[in-house]
Antibody, heavy 117, light 110 residues
């Protein structure tokens, strides 16, 4: 059974940093692209970043502030977030890519990040 | 303002057929495949359709989708109360070198 479990969310002040983790099981993590997708309260879905293993991609809204990485030995995906802004407040979902970029066949339950003073 | 345009709401009665549109441009839907997601209240999104019209295992054949040019649509036939959810379209955007989502359509089963 495929499982994705995010952690690391919480309340953080503007300008602060936070690292999200996504522990996965049930598939060969190293062979799949993985992504982060977020959803602000009451809003729609927004793609944040994708790691294909050899390449990384970022939304313009987070480029230069967020870094996606993965540890294939630990079956874990990370999202290092810095210079956080109020508009980064959202539920952050970890998702397994079905193909290299664009479709996600498994999602975690999400972790809430709240940026507020 | 989302790159892909969806109607904010749609509705139908049980048993009816409803469609949800998704309009994009040549850099996204016009040149890449479209995916659809269903998000039930308080839950994570679920992949409903991938590669324009393919259903993952377990998705009922009441759900179908198509694409023409820079637009796509999702159709739900035999509407059921459990279909009440938010629906999102998504596609790769070559200009942005990333993925874009529609703003979502809230489906109400009357």
């Amino acid at each position: 059974e495929v499982q994705l479990l995010e952690s690391g969310g919480g309340l953080i002040q503007p300008g602060g940093s936070l690292r999200l983790s996504c522990a996965v099981s049930g598939f060969t993590f190293s062979t799949y692209a993985m992504s982060w997708v977020r959803q602000a309260p009451g809003k729609g879905l927004e793609w944040v970043s994708t790691s294909t293993g050899s390449n990384t991609y970022y939304a313009d809204s987070v480029k230069g502030r967020f870094t996606i990485s993965r540890d294939n030995s630990k079956n874990t995906l990370y999202l290092q977030m810095s210079s956080l802004r109020a508009e980064d407040t959202a539920i952050y979902y970890c998702a397994k890519n079905l193909d290299s970029i664009g479709s996600y066949d498994y999602w975690g339950q999400g972790t809430l990040v709240t940026v507020s003073s | 303002q989302s790159v892909l345009t969806q109607p904010p709401s749609a509705s139908g009665t049980p048993g009816q057929r409803v469609t949800i549109s998704c309009s994009g441009s040549s850099s996204n839907i016009g040149s890449n495949t479209v995916n659809w997601y269903q998000q039930l209240p308080g839950t994570a999104p679920k992949l409903l359709i991938y590669s324009n019209n393919q259903r993952p295992s377990g998705v009922p054949d009441r759900f179908s989708a198509s694409k023409s040019g820079a637009s796509a649509s999702l159709a739900i036939s035999g509407l059921q109360s459990e279909d009440e959810a938010d629906y999102y379209c998504a596609a790769r955007d070559d200009s942005l070198n990333g993925v874009v989502f529609g703003g979502g359509t809230k489906l109400t089963v009357l």
